[in-house]
């Protein structure tokens, strides 16, 4: 063989191996990537108990789970740009001037329900609703009692989002009237204080939520459309993903679809949070899960493993641990 000829082939050789090992780090790269799940989501305590107990089982599967709590506007953004892959508070119909353009452009996937029965609208004290704030119409007559306020939640929430339409518009004469931001702490500390003084308030509120085991209060009728939803504010909320995702995540995809979160159960978990300061949402979880694993066992139907093992003992073992 001449020196020319074995330079080529030698070159060959070379180039083989350098595509071989550019091949299966390639593969590797895709492996790693389908490990990777990033949760978006709000500091709202029902979404932070889902998110969290999502990322918890799926970490103990082998996954790289992960969640950023930012606003629901971020949200979006996030799943649009590739910056985020699943999101499990879309409360529909409070979100679709928000969600339903990335919808549109099919940037990001509705996909499925994880709790039907919901509610979230406007609220007042029973002692306020008994005094005749019973409707949506009725604020503007009482407009003095209530210092012409309206009391929301986090900046760029849909909630207050409506509510500043509903401003801005002059729906139901509230032309006059202010939204005051704070967040979900601090707009429920605020409301607890005044219905220990007696004094009158409208303010966003939800269900599930401790709020209405611990709050002596009554949601208001007359949503519609175009505020809450025109059946007083009941909602759905979906589990959204990227476009895109449920490609490289058929495993993810399966236990997505296989969690569902009843309103019982959750009015359950924030009830323990509430009756103990020290526990953290993901820990109430925890603990609600040890003790209703029909629960987790149906997450899990069909699920395996990262690696492709069954995943209901992994995760029970793991469960074990905690």
């Not at 990335?102 to 996909?111: A, I």
């Not at 007359?222 to 990227?242: K, L, P, Q, V």
């Amino acid at each position: 063989m001449n020196r020319t000829r074995k330079i080529t082939v030698i070159l060959l050789l070379a180039s083989f191996v350098l595509f071989s090992l550019a091949l299966t780090s390639c593969k590797k790269e895709a492996k790693d990537k389908g490990k990777i799940v990033r949760f978006a989501s709000v500091s709202w305590t029902g979404v932070t108990i889902k998110t969290g107990l999502a990322v918890e089982i799926l970490n103990s599967l082998g996954y790289e789970a992960s969640n950023t709590m930012v606003s629901v506007p971020i949200v979006y953004q996030a799943m649009d740009s590739d910056e985020a892959d699943v999101f499990l508070g879309n409360w529909m119909p409070s979100m679709e001037t928000i969600a339903n353009k990335y919808f549109d452009k099919g940037s990001v996937v509705k996909y499925i329900a994880n709790m039907s029965g919901a509610k979230y609208t406007l609220a007042v004290p029973a002692y306020a609703y008994d005094g005749g704030l019973k409707d949506f119409s009725d604020i503007e007559k009482f407009a003095d009692k209530l210092e012409y306020r309206i009391y929301g939640i986090e900046e760029g929430n849909d909630g207050n989002l409506i509510i500043e339409n509903m401003i801005k518009k002059n729906m139901f004469n509230l032309g006059k009237f202010k939204l005051i931001p704070s967040s979900e702490t601090g707009m429920l500390s605020e409301m607890k204080a005044f219905m220990g003084t007696g004094k009158w308030a409208v303010f966003l509120g939800w269900s599930p939520h401790s709020m209405n085991e611990v709050l002596d209060m009554k949601y208001l009728s007359g949503s519609t459309a175009e505020t809450f939803g025109d059946n007083d504010g009941t909602a759905i909320i979906y589990t959204n993903y990227r476009k895109g995702f449920e490609k490289g995540h058929p495993n993810v995809m399966k236990f997505l679809e296989n969690l569902k979160f009843p309103v019982p159960m959750m009015n359950q978990i924030m009830t323990m949070l509430h009756e103990n300061s020290k526990l953290k949402p993901k820990e109430a979880g925890i603990l609600w899960l040890k003790k209703h694993p029909e629960k987790y066992k149906e997450w899990l139907k069909d699920v395996t493993t990262f690696d492709g093992k069954p995943a209901l003992p992994v995760f029970e073992k793991h469960l074990s641990t905690l």
